[in-house]
């Protein structure tokens, strides 16, 4: 059975490949967007734009949830 299945699912072998792909890229970039040292220095440049007057205390504020949400693995916006 397993024969005739994959010679049967085999024209939809290009699009399970690409799904395969999407999934990996999804999880490569999901990892980089939360790792650690990529949001510490996130929060470090966030950081001097406050201090060079960038920005304000609530854009720092807002952004600095954001990022602390990253680390939390968690929806920033709920």
Known sequence: MGLISELL???AAPFRGTA??????????ERQYRDPSTVQRELAALEQKLL?????EDEFD???DELL???ENRNPWT
Do not use: S, Y
């Open 9 to 11: 699912l085999l024209p």
């Open 20 to 29: 395969w792909v999407l999934r990996q890229v999804q999880a490569e970039a």
């Open 52 to 56: 060079d007057g960038e920005i304000d």
């Open 62 to 64: 807002r952004r600095e």
């Open 69 to 71: 949400a990253r680390l």
